[in-house]
């Protein structure tokens, strides 16, 4: 190697580096990134919550039903049959709508509140 070569290398290296710059719009950019993954993880967070509501219930409510099946198939039909004759008597109707009622109105309701309102309750609170 000659020295113009080691001269060449030595003001090469000698000569200041410029910064990279960020670009302008660095911080919105990371923000969105930032926020982008928290609604995914949120989002798997929500589909792990119901995946476990779902395998409770049929854990839950599975083994029930095969080992009193018969037994709840029989008290449905007596019950439906309850109903059907107390339905021929006067203002049995009336009951049934108003509390169909009742129960559509206060599920909208309740329904209206929370979106408005918000829930209260978060994933954190237990």
């Known amino acids: 190697m000659n020295t113009n070569d080691k001269h060449q290398a030595l003001r090469q290296a000698l000569t200041p580096i410029e910064p990279k710059r960020l670009p302008s719009n660095f911080a919105y950019t990371t923000l969105q990134r930032i926020c982008h993954e928290q609604k995914e993880r949120e989002r798997q967070q929500r589909i792990v919550d119901i995946a476990v509501i779902i395998a409770v219930s049929l854990f839950g409510v599975g083994p029930l039903v095969y080992a009193f099946?018969?037994?709840l198939w029989q008290s449905l039909v007596?019950?439906?049959t309850s109903i059907e004759l107390c339905f021929r008597q006067p203002g049995a109707l009336s009951l049934v709508l108003s509390t169909l009622f009742?129960?559509?109105f206060f599920t909208l309701l309740n329904h209206w509140l929370s979106r408005h309102y918000g829930s209260g309750i978060t994933h954190n609170s237990f």
């Open 78 to 80: 007596a019950m439906l």
């Open 102 to 104: 009742c129960l559509v």
């Open 69 to 71: 099946g018969t037994m």
